[in-house]
């Protein structure tokens, strides 16, 4: 055996709208006034549909650090001057008018707290919110046509029960001999606090209210605090001892599908004085509680629910028709959010945190359910709304799914305090207007004849008129025509009877009374024709009359339906030209950017170019820099390797004179030695005078002379030797430097057919063809020497001059001693055997050398003369 499979109970499959068109929500924005003139604003009305928000200061909305302005635009702006009278104009007005016409409205107030949502719900004295006007034009329209009390009553299950007139006079005198509190009149005594709620010059009403129809107004009031809803209008019974809490109400759905609260009173009430009372004997048991922010501030959502009953009348339109499927039941829902708080401003403590906990979140659900209604609509998803979450959004699924018209009027407080709040209001009311809740359709109108209580109406006047002309009842009238049938009729017989027994009079009696009664007869036939075929064309005629008023109502409701067309293009227009007037300020604004953008373009390809010239100028100027610079490197180089390569043969030329002095100084000594031993030569005379050697200084090596070095161009001499030609027919640039010394020596260079200079110049060197350099500097022995440096002059490829050397004549001279006796070197020799003062050391001596080189040679002298000292006789 299979058992089968328990079964799940199916989903409802969601109801679906009852109209394809759709309109958004209608997002309305009021800013409340400052509370003090020296508080900072940061709400600034721009237009009639746009607000911007600053930041205040010391508040940073950006990251980096900038002040950020951010604009909202709604259906309607109210600033601070507007009146509570304009604002239902433009906002409950139209939804008071589609209540009377059999459609659901939902108008709900929304804000942080302080920011004026009661006071524009309820207002004051003098200054009514939309709940009292509302009120107010919805009892001046439909006043004239309501049904007596108790005719149409509610059931326990969201609907409308009808009773005849017997009932309802029974049902009216159970309740007032019942403890049931009396309803109130408008001849009562009004609260002084909710007296003088509306001038009578502010009053109004609608237009085109059904008169074949009879009204009904129910009241009920709710709250929902904690998530609970609790019935402000229930009557507990007060005991003083132990009393009783108030008991929470639940939502249940009725056969339509429409959420209700069940077991909430509803109070039929037949004026807007009446109406209101009910409402402000519910409004003080409404949580309030002062906080920080607000001396009165509301803890919990408040409900006014308006339910109009509408019965048409019978054919006569003289009663109600028994008939509870043709009753149409619309209603008002006016809402009063409890603002949105933090907890660090308010000082909640305690209960009141929780209370806060609870309605911030309700709200949070409010906002979840509208995200997501938004993408499923914009985004074409069929993601599950949290209706379920909270009672606030359960209560009113049915409008947002297309059971009415939803508003919302956003109230803002302008203080800087309330700026980060209100950014999270005006995101949240910006998104809301995205929705699209469908359009309610209109009722159907039931079968009967439009206009029969004004024709009920008009005979019952015209009846009257006719009595009171007359002055009679309308039975006097029936006797005449009785009279006047019976005179039409045939003439009775004598009916004197004279004998008992005559049977002719009785016979003939009988015969007249039955022509008479065939003739009645016969009248009563033609008469039941008569009203027969009258009956008919009555029917005819009234059918004929029927089917043109059902084509005057089906034009009218074409002509409604063009208007409405006309009304919704014309709302498209303005939507268009609304967003057309927004796109060309963007288009502005864009084109703004854009020539900011071209302008920073231009500049900044100016500035690019700009430093592209001076990069290449600076590359530019760096390669000659480069080449500058190698250039000097390489001249710098070569000098150096040249001045090193001069410093080397200078030191090399130095060494070997000094080697080739003590060469020369041993030959002396070896010679003198080898004179001593030769037999027979006489000792030489003794020694005077020891001569002074040099000092210290004298025998330092040579310093660098202070002569500036030969020209940079610099050529390897030649090897061989050859005689100075400077007594020949050449032209001679004489290089004599500024810093010579004039030794005043006998033998001084003669150069005929020079140009004497300083400093040797191009221009110079262009008109000679020899160069000689006098160069002085430090001998080796302390002694000053001249160099004369010699070379040619030879052009070079580039037209300038270039000098080659060629040899080198020196030019020595040596201070004597006081004269003495010459001697040989080895007499007087010191006892250690420093024999380095010998022949050599005589001024004969060294007078008798002279010596010749070349420069810049690796070899000694070119040519040696040694002067050979003379005996002297004994």
Known sequence: MIRQAKGRTPRRPPKKPSSTQKDPVGVYCRVRPLGAEDEECCIEVISSSTIQLHAPEGFKTNRNGEYKETQYSFKKVFGVSISQMELFEHVAKPLVDDLIHGKNGLLFTYGVTGSGKTFTMTGSPGQGGLLPRSLDMLFNSIGPYQAKRYVLKTDDKNGIEVQNEVDALLERQKRE???????????????????????????????????????????????????????????????????????????????????????????????????????????????????????????????????????????????????????????????????????????????????????????????????????????????????????????????????????????????????????????????????????????????????????????????SRKLDERGGPIDRDVHFVINHLVHSLPPLPSCELTDPHDDITLPRLIEALRNRHRIRQLMIDEYNNAANR?????????????????????????????????????????????????????????????????????????????????????????????????????????????????????????MQNKLWVKDEKLKQLKAIVTESKTPGRPDPPPRQTQPQRPSREERLPAKRSASPSPAPTVTPVRPLHRRSRSAGGEKWVDHKPSSSLDLGTVLQPVIPNAIQVSTPSEKALSKCDRYVLTHQEVASDGEIQTKLIKGEVIKTRGGGQAVQFTDIETLKQELTTVPRRKRKSSEGAPANGDGTDGTWTDVETRCSVALEMRAGSNMGPGFEHHGITKRRKP
């Open 177 to 463: 001999n019942m403890s049931f509190p009396k309803p109130s009149s408008s001849r009562q005594k009004l609260d002084p606090e909710i007296a003088d709620m509306i001038k009578s010059e502010e009053a109004c009403k609608t237009d085109g209210v059904d008169e074949d129809s009879s009204y009904s107004i129910f009241v009920s009031y709710i709250e929902i605090y904690n998530n609970y809803i609790y019935d402000l209008l229930e009557e507990n019974q007060e005991d003083a001892i132990k009393p009783k809490p108030p008991q929470s109400k639940i939502l249940r759905e009725d056969q339509n599908h429409n959420m209700y609260v069940s077991g909430c009173m509803e109070v039929e009430v037949k004026s807007a004085e009446e109406a209101f009372q009910v409402f402000w004997r519910g409004q003080k048991k409404r949580k309030v509680a002062n906080t920080r922010l607000n001396r009165e501030s509301s803890r919990s959502h408040s409900v006014l629910i308006v339910k109009l009953a509408q019965a048409p009348l019978d054919a006569d339109g003289d009663n109600i028709l028994q008939d509870k499927n043709q009753v149409t039941v619309s209603q008002l829902c006016l809402v009063d959010l409890a603002g949105s708080e933090r907890t660090g401003r308010t000082g909640a403590e305690g209960t009141r945190i929780r209370e806060a906990g609870n309605i911030n979140q309700s709200l949070l659900n409010l906002r979840t359910c509208i995200e997501i209604l938004r993408e499923n609509q914009m985004c074409g998803t069929n993601r599950m709304v949290p209706y379920r979450d909270s009672k606030v959004t359960h209560l009113f699924k049915n409008y947002f799914d297309g059971e009415g018209k939803v508003k919302m009027v956003v109230c803002v407080n302008p203080k800087a305090d309330d700026y980060e709040e209100t950014v999270l209001v005006m995101r949240f009311a910006e998104m809301t207007q995205e929705v699209e809740v469908a359009r309610p359709v209109d009722r159907p109108i039931c079968g009967f004849t439009p206009g029969r209580r004004n024709r009920n109406q008009a005979f019952k006047e015209e009846l």
């Open 534 to 654: 009258m009956k008919s064309m009555l029917q005819e005629v009234d059918s004929i009359r029927i089917s043109k008023d059902d084509l005057i109502h089906e034009q009218n409701g074409k002509l409604v339906d063009k208007d409405k067309i006309i009304q919704n293009n014309k709302a498209e227009i303005e939507r268009l030209e609304k967003k057309a007037r927004m796109q060309d300020h963007k288009i502005d604004i864009l084109q703004k950017t854009t020539k900011i953008y071209e302008d920073d373009k231009r500049s900044m390809k100016y500035e690019l170019e700009t430093r592209d010239q001076r990069l290449q100028r600076e590359q530019t100027d760096k390669r000659r820099m480069e080449q500058r610079m190698h250039g000097v490197v390489t001249d710098t180089q070569h000098k150096w390797e040249k001045e090193c390569d001069r410093r080397v043969n200078a030191m090399q030329l130095e």
